[in-house]
């Protein structure tokens, strides 16, 4: 669902649905959509370089956010502009690549956001 509709259309109405539970039981697991999303991209792609490795960081890095969830990371960083929760949130699910400098990190994301 995450992967065909991207974070926006991202619906914890259809999550219940389409798992068979109530919309409360998804939120005792995940207080958030945001929370959600995260796990979804850590299970799917999880950190697989050594964080020591500056430059496998790196590299790990620019393919998750070319990669199909990379929007997602996306939208989750334009969300935790306004959402203290979510910033935590996205604090944590970047921090194996944290042993980039922030001007390598940033150069990724514009590329994602002008789509080049």
Do not use: C
């Not at 496998?56 to 935790?80: D, P, Q, T, Y």
């Amino acid at each position: 669902m995450l992967r065909a509709g991207g974070y926006r259309d991202l619906s914890l109405d259809e999550v219940a649905r389409r798992a068979g539970t109530a919309k409360s039981s998804i939120y005792r697991r995940w207080p958030s959509k945001a929370a959600l999303a995260a796990e979804i991209v850590r299970r799917e792609w999880p950190p697989q370089h050594d964080a020591s490795d500056r430059d496998a960081a790196l590299r790990a890095f620019e393919i998750l956010m070319n990669g199909a969830l990379g929007g997602v990371v996306a939208s989750l960083i334009g969300e935790a502009q306004e959402s203290g929760e979510t910033r935590a949130i996205v604090v944590d699910l970047l921090a194996p690549y944290r042993g980039v400098d922030d001007a390598a990190l940033g150069a990724i994301l514009f590329r994602r956001l002008l789509g080049t």
